[in-house]
């Protein structure tokens, strides 16, 4: 810092020579230029050029990234560093010319420092050496892009080092050689290639499975992104190997190591059996990767590729590698890829009576096509009764009637499977309930679902009669099989019911239920996420699932339309973040995690944040909010809110880093009726939140902010309610909720093992109530409720096991240092405002710092106090429910400068019924108005309260004589995290 001072000063003291005195010489502006590559390692270099000539020794350099001092960087060449990311450089350069003519210039701005991965990748049929590979970014439409890196691979390994890129890659590798792990010879490796999330760099595999996703993904039309999305995980499901990430999970190298039976031993398993049809089949790695790529073309292995793959398991014995196999691995996979046949079941559907019809259903977890059937009475076969179903009649009354069935299944394995028997037949049908069938299709407007037929065991050989439902109601002229999804079944739940006569003429009905709602579109990455924001109109749903979210443009979802994150999916928007919601439009279930804004966007102009909410009406719910970038400057905050009525509920905030600058949750106040006012958040949760730096609590870092002026929108009416939050492991300086607005309600909320204070600094007429705030006992930042001299009301709060020694920290702390802000100037110009502080029913149980009058400006208002039925109780560690110090040989009331500094309290001021039980009242002559032991009012030792025995809470309330005094914690709610946060249904009784 004092070299940049000098610097600066030096570059000061050179502008300020310029010309000066009446035959100041003439001069032409020189010009400052930079030249290098903007990555981190690079170099970048100054050059002066000016008309006049320049001495070289006079030449001061000053470097700068997005406009601030880069300590030490005063040469003529700077090294840009990875802190200089998304950053732009600059250089200020001063020198004199050789006219004699001081100057500064400053050069363009260099393009943004980019983001910068560390990337490698193991390229394997078995490990490849000399193999040619290159990382190419994949664009947003899907498509190969420019090459980024290159490197050759040694036994498998390849490391591209830092690459400039910030999302999806495509890892293309082609040529070496490898041993074949099926034969033991030395073969040239193909092109294989591997789809990627290099978002956060990594060690990828590429390998014979990628191959087939990437080959999948080109003859999607989502194109090689869908790789990630969809053909990876489908890949490694048909073979065996799903919930396994093919791009990321290093197989074990069998030429060298035994496999285990986990994902590395499954996954090199796998390329084993490929390796052995390739032999098997006396054809080339690629031809072998090509032939399965095309058959999951459909989805599924084929039978022709199935027998493949169980012949090569009947081989690997002989192979190469057999004494590094696991056969409990290789027993799971033939399993989940029906290499391993599971025996084919037929079962019988109908009454047994004479009249009815039998159906044969046949269900083979391998698949099958063609069946023949043979039907048995008394296990004599029955002449002519061949087919799957069988119409009985009065030659088989009496018998037991049995169905033996005989196919090839999907996997190429024979089947012969014989039902149970039913019967005896009988001459009167008895219903069984038909089973609704299933629905399938995408729920989405403008696809079409349809829905199995119903099964019956009565038979179903008539007519079904078709009812689509949206949420329990029928869809107008939709009783079709099939029925194509509109708009106005956009957030509903979907079901149809199908009717109709079974065989032995039982009326049934049926209901399936789809899973899931309707969205107006689904996206999985930015650029469809982007689209359909664009093409959204009022009661459109956006259904997000997972995928790429990472450092998006700035988005602004229009008025009535929700981002919906789908169920079971997990989305995660992430890095540069700006949305901006209108009036209606809704955000439900999303992750957000480390957050900047996104520069010259509404979100950085009004915050900064990530989350705007402009219009009215708008709601944010159910979403998680972890963390921010580490190049987050100081001063952002998550969300920001301005408009009239927003909900913010059941939200969870996480890792705000508390030595910065910023809030979760930035409230804006203004002059107008029904804006940037009225706003609610409930059922949220806030916690873990400390400083990066141990000990470095910014001052303007808080929890909530309500209200963001000391000026003249500080007295305009905010009418917000923050209620039923928890508030956990929140580490702020002085305010955990700082309020600077009028008329806001801060109620029965929750705050554990936190830092700072529930602080009215700005504004009139604001209340805090109900409110349990319980400290770890070991913090001396800690605190309670912090208020001015304006009005406020602090009634039936509970306030525990403070340590703060603090002159601007107590559990009630009546300060006066706001009052000097022009905003309270001009409440307490306004005639007719009552600003009497209502303090009542409020409970302190052991705190260093009870009561605190800080009233350096006691000349800009009076203190008027309407203060009863108040219980302090502290007591001595032997004693103390929280088993510390905490309150033990303290004072009630601590005098700021408030009566030494010629303050006192206004003669109207009420006192009653209020009970003080601690080692002393005042630091000073402080005495209430000389109302002490006068109107109910009880000072008394510590340990002398009487209180009930702690609840499950380690709570306590007044009994005895101090029965009725403080808060009632029977009326108040302990929130606890399964109570709030995402997808909590708990909702508060309202007084």
Known sequence: ?????????????????????????????????????????????????????????SIIYAWYANGALIADATGQTYVVTASDIGKEITVIVGYQGNNGVRESQTSAPVAEIPVTVTVAATFIHGLVTGGDCSVFAVTEAGAKGAELASATTANGAVSFGNVEHDGYGLIECSGGTYVDEASGSTLTAPLTRAVVDMSEGGDFVVSPLTEMAVQLAEADAAGLSSALTTYNDLVAEKFGLASIDITTVQPTNLQTTAAANDAAGKYATVIALISQVDENEAGTAADVVDDFATDLSDGELSST?????????????????????????????????????????????????????????????????????????????????????????????????TLSVTYTDNSGFSEQATSAGVGPVTTVATNTPGVAGSITGVLTVGQALSVAVPTDANGI?????????????????????????????????ISVSASYSDDDGFDEEVTSTASGIVYSARVSNQAELATAVAAAASGDLIGLQVGNYTDMAALTVGSGVTLQAISGQVPVISGNTCIELASEAKIDGLTFSALNTVAGSSCAGNGPSSVYMNGNGAQLVNSTFTGEATAAASGNHFVSVKGFQALIERNSFAAKDQAKEGSFISIYANSTANSNEGHTIQYNIFKDSVPVSAGSNNSSGYAIQVGRSTGSDGKEDGLNIIQYNLF?????????????????????NTILGSSGMIAFEDGYNNTAS??????????????????????????????NNLRTTSSDRAALHINADPLSGSGNGALLATAGLDFTLTVARNTIVNAQRAIQFKDTDCGLGATILDFDSNLVANQTSGNSINGNTNGSGRTVVYDELFVTAGCALDATSDFDNNHFYSQTLAQSTFNFNGKLNLDGNLFDVQDGATLTAPNANNMVEGSGVDANIGADIDALTFITSDMVGPGSTWTATQP
Request: glycine share 12%; proline share 3%.
């Open 1 to 57: 810092m004092y070299k940049q001072t000098l610097l600066s000063l030096a570059i000061t003291a050179m502008l300020a020579g310029c010309g000066g005195g009446d035959k100041a010489p003439s001069n032409q502006s020189g010009m400052v230029t930079v030249t290098g590559t903007p990555s981190v390692g690079a170099t970048l270099t100054a050059t002066v050029e000016d008309p006049d000539g320049v001495v070289e020794s």
């Open 305 to 401: 590729s199935i027998q493949l793959l169980a012949a090569a398991e009947a081989d690997l014995p002989t192979s190469s590698v057999s004494a590094n196999l696991n056969q409990a691995a290789l027993d799971a996979i033939s399993v989940d890829v029906g290499m391993t046949n599971t025996p084919g079941t037929v079962a019988i559907q109908g009454s047994a009576s004479v009249g009815s019809t039998l159906t044969g259903v046949v269900t083979d977890a391998n698949g099958f096509g063609t069946v023949s059937y043979q039907w048995s009475a008394n296990g004599v076969p029955i002449d002519s009764a061949i087919e799957s179903a069988l119409i009985l009649d009065g030659s088989v009354l009496g018998d037991t009637i």
């Open 461 to 493: 050989s008539g007519s079904v009669t078709y009812q689509w439902q949206a949420n329990g109601q029928d869809i107008a002229d939709a009783n079709a099989q099939s029925y194509m999804l509109s708009p106005a079944e956009v957030g509903a739940a």
């Open 728 to 748: 956990s492991n929140i580490l702020t300086d002085r305010r955990i909720i700082k309020v600077q607005s009028t008329g806001n309600t801060i109620h029965g």
């Open 770 to 799: 109900s409110n349990i705030i319980i400290s770890d006992g070991d913090d001396t930042e800690d605190g309670g409720i912090s208020f001015a001299q304006l009005g406020h009301t602090i009634v039936d709060n509970y306030i």
